[in-house]
């Protein structure tokens, strides 16, 4: 089992910035691919980004494109969120997953182990 800790989260003006952290324990040795999805208020979760276990393969949608940021310390276990330039459509609750495989994933059901999420509020 792995265990997901997101933190960061909260409340920010439009253009603002903050930064997620996710914090894995457990078996952390069987980690590959960490992820951040997103979800609105009456709408479905999305990718929003991933990156696999070395971190020199990153994705992420194109609707964050030059404004988020997917990093990960291995020696911390834990992967990281870099949030600029926020918009009010940025708002959601923003979850880690972890995918056991070796390649990244953008569907959800890829994915193995999921934190249990953290607000992200964008003022207008």
């Known amino acids: 089992q792995v265990q997901l800790v997101e933190s960061g989260g909260g409340l920010v003006q439009a253009g603002g910035s903050l930064r997620l952290s996710c914090a894995a324990s457990?078996?952390?040795?069987?980690?590959?691919?960490m992820g951040w999805f997103r979800q609105a208020p009456w709408k479905e979760r999305e990718f929003v980004a991933a990156?696999?276990?070395?971190?020199?393969?990153?994705y992420n949608v194109d609707s964050v494109e030059g404004r988020f940021t997917i990093s990960r310390d291995n020696a911390k276990n834990t992967v990281y969120l870099q949030m600029n330039s926020l918009k009010p459509v940025d708002t959601a609750v923003y979850y880690c997953?972890?995918?056991?495989?070796?390649?990244?994933?953008?569907?959800?059901?890829?994915?193995?182990?999921w934190g249990q999420g953290t607000q992200v509020t964008v003022s207008s």
């Open positions: 457990g078996r952390t040795f069987i980690i590959y691919v």
């Open positions: 997953a972890v995918r056991k495989g070796l390649t990244i994933a953008t569907m959800g059901r890829e994915y193995d182990y």
């Open positions: 990156l696999n276990w070395s971190g020199d393969r990153t």
